[in-house]
Structure formats: C-alpha cells, structure tokens
C-alpha cells in the first residue's frame, strides 16, 4: 500500500502564493516521478507539473513562469511552490507517484491522494 497525503491549499486572493506539500509513505523501494495535477469544476484532470527523481521537471504552458516543482528525497515529499495566481488556477489539486515497491523493479505503483482545494479570488 502507497499513501499519499496532501496539504496547503486554501483560499487565496489573485496574485498571491499558496505553497502545496505532499508526503508519500507506505511500501516504497523508490519513487520514479512525482506530479502534481488539478481538476477544475466540470473540466478533465490536467497535468500541472511532474518531476523525476533525479530533478528534471516539466510544466503546463499555463504554469510556466509562475508555479515550481521540487522534492525532498529524504522526506519523500514533494512540492508545489504557487505564485501569481489566477482565479483560471481555482481547483482540486492532485498529487502522484509512481515507482517500484520492491527491489529488481518489482510492484510498479502508481497513487493518487485524495486531493486539496485551491480557490483563487478575483
């Protein structure tokens, strides 16, 4: 089993910064890529930024230049660093992982948490 909880949203007005945290535990030999994603009301879970383990990172146009993306291998966290936020920003956000739960690459897991609220006011 592979649990992931996340924490840090809220209510933010435009323009101002929320930082989302989240931690990973359970069985885990390693955690290959980490991701945060959002889902707004009535539209599709959309991918907002991923990291590997060695630290490359990828972003949503949307996000470039305003959101970053880091981890703490030692902590299995990871973290979404929030600036300059949109009302377009107000949503669910989901944190993942994925990656081997055993030695020799054996139980790939690929887990979700159950998700933080970010609401941007305009």
């Known amino acids: 089993q592979v649990q992931l909880v996340e924490s840090g949203g809220g209510l933010v007005q435009a323009g101002g910064s929320l930082r989302l945290s989240c931690v990973v535990s359970?069985?885990?030999?390693?955690?290959?890529?980490m991701g945060w994603f959002r889902q707004a009301p009535g539209k599709q879970r959309e991918l907002v930024a991923v990291?590997?383990?060695?630290?490359?990172?990828n972003y949503a146009d949307s996000v470039k230049g305003r959101f970053t993306i880091s981890r703490d291998n030692a902590k299995n966290t990871v973290y979404l660093q929030m600036n300059s936020l949109e009302p377009e920003d107000t949503g669910v956000y989901y944190c993942?992982?994925?990656?081997?739960?055993?030695?020799?690459?054996?139980?790939?897991?690929?887990?979700w948490g159950q998700g933080t609220q970010v609401t941007v006011s305009s």
């Open positions: 993942n992982a994925a990656g081997w739960q055993r030695a020799g690459r054996s139980g790939w897991y690929d887990s």
């Open positions: 359970g069985s885990i030999f390693s955690i290959n890529v």
């Open positions: 990291i590997s383990s060695g630290g490359s990172t």
